[in-house]
Every structure is written in structure tokens, then in C-alpha cells.
């Protein structure tokens, strides 16, 4: 069973980036069967998704954030990183990372979910 | 930019049935979108319910499916519980790493 554990600062500036490293344990970040995600949720809103990486080290991301995202990963260690540039208070939000299980269906097409969430750290915009 | 859209929020008896759905602004939801459900209780991480439409995680109740209703994916709870009242988010696959989140359903159950 795969465990997944935020950490990084808990208050950022205005204007500054934003950097989290997500670390997962039970399980390989360099699994062909995953990759590997951000979602935030700011206080009192739903959840949103930031952005995806595959241990190769293609990106997905959040249209409404290309422009300030960069997910990265480093499969010695284990871990993949989010930096969101160029921060405001519309960023305080819950971090999630995530695992986005691949599969495909019995089309052969191909398929995928979150299967396991890490719990959460809360990042502030703040001065 | 592709919008998921879901009830705002939606109230249940106890024992009662309900289902939320899932759609979206243009279009409709099939089950080549591979639906996923989620549920999520205050000030905790989210937890999986349904994915590819209508399998359940590992050990989640059968009082919890899922299904398309028309243009719409479905969760639909039944014999609902207190400690069935959380928020709950479905959530579309887009292809490769990419996915899109629904404004999530606040059910109060009452």
C-alpha cells in the first residue's frame, strides 16, 4: 500500500514560489502503473487539480496555472516536487499530493483514478 | 476549459437513498470520461469511493454506486447514514496525466 507524505513551508510570501516535495513509500515513484498528482483545496472550497507527472518525466497541467507550475520528480529519493510561482493570497490553499493509478480497460483503452492521497499540508500567502 | 458540474448540495433522511451527480457544462458524461468518486470529511485527506464509473474501492460499503444517469455520472447512496454526510467530488479523467475536479456536493444528512 502506497503512503504519500507532503512537507515543505507552511507560509510563503507574496510574489514568492511556493515549493512542496510530496515523498511515497510502499511502493516504486518509477511504476509504469502511476502518475503522479497535485490537487489543493482552498479554505471552505472544493478541490482542485494542479497538475500530474509520469516518473519519465512528462507534465500535465492545470490550464488555469500552466503559466506558474513546475512538477518535477526524482526517482533516486522517491519523491516528486510542485513550485507555483508568483504567489498570492488566492493560493493559500490545503496541498494534496496524490497517485493516480493507470490502467487500461477491458477495451484496452486506457484509464485512471486517485487511489491513495497523502494527508495534506496547509500553505498561507502571507506577509 | 472543460467545467464538471455537480449539486451545490443535496440532504438525505437517515436510511434514505440519494444521488449526486455529475455533468458537464458542455456535453455529456459517459463512461469513456472513466468517472471516480470521492469522499471527504472536514479536515481530512479525500477518500475513494468509486472509479471507472461504478467499481467501488476497497472497502467501501455496496450502499455506495455508481452509475451514468443519462448525460451524468451518479453516486447514489443508499440506506444513507450519519456518517455518510461529508462533501463528495467526482472527478473526470481527461486522457494521460490529466484530470478535472467537480465543484464537489456538500450532503447533510437529517
Known amino acids: 500500500q502506497l503512503q504519500l507524505q507532503e512537507s515543505g513551508p507552511g507560509l510563503v510570501k507574496p510574489s514568492e514560489t511556493l515549493s512542496l516535495t510530496c515523498t511515497v513509500s510502499?511502493?516504486?515513484?518509477?511504476?509504469?502503473?502511476?502518475?503522479w498528482g497535485w490537487i489543493r483545496q482552498p479554505p471552505g472550497k472544493g478541490l482542485e487539480w494542479i497538475g500530474s507527472i509520469y516518473y519519465s518525466g512528462s507534465t500535465y497541467y492545470n490550464p488555469s496555472l500552466k503559466s506558474r507550475v513546475t512538477i518535477s520528480v526524482d526517482t533516486s529519493k522517491n519523491q516528486f516536487s510542485l513550485k507555483l510561482s508568483s504567489v498570492t493570497a488566492a493560493d493559500t490553499a490545503v496541498y494534496y499530493c496524490a497517485s493516480l493509478l493507470y490502467y487500461y480497460d477491458s477495451s484496452g483503452l486506457p484509464a485512471g483514478y486517485f487511489d491513495y492521497w497523502g494527508q495534506g499540508t496547509l500553505v498561507t500567502v502571507s506577509s | 476549459q472543460t467545467v464538471v458540474t455537480q449539486e451545490p448540495s443535496f440532504s438525505v433522511s437517515p436510511g434514505g437513498t440519494v444521488t449526486l451527480t455529475c455533468g458537464l457544462s458542455s456535453g455529456s458524461v459517459s463512461t469513456s470520461y472513466y468517472p471516480s468518486w470521492y469522499q471527504q470529511t472536514p479536515g481530512q485527506a479525500p477518500r475513494t469511493l468509486i472509479y471507472?464509473?461504478?467499481t467501488r474501492s476497497s472497502g467501501v460499503p455496496d450502499r455506495f454506486s455508481g452509475s451514468i444517469l443519462g448525460n451524468k455520472a451518479a453516486l447514489t447512496i443508499t440506506g444513507a447514514q450519519a456518517d455518510d454526510e461529508s462533501d463528495y467530488y467526482c472527478?473526470?479523467?481527461?486522457?494521460?496525466?490529466?484530470?478535472?475536479f467537480g465543484g464537489g456536493t456538500k450532503l447533510t444528512v437529517l
Open positions: 510502499g511502493g516504486s515513484i518509477s511504476s509504469s502503473s502511476y502518475y
Open positions: 471507472s464509473t461504478n
Open positions: 472527478v473526470l479523467y481527461m486522457g494521460s496525466g490529466s484530470v478535472v
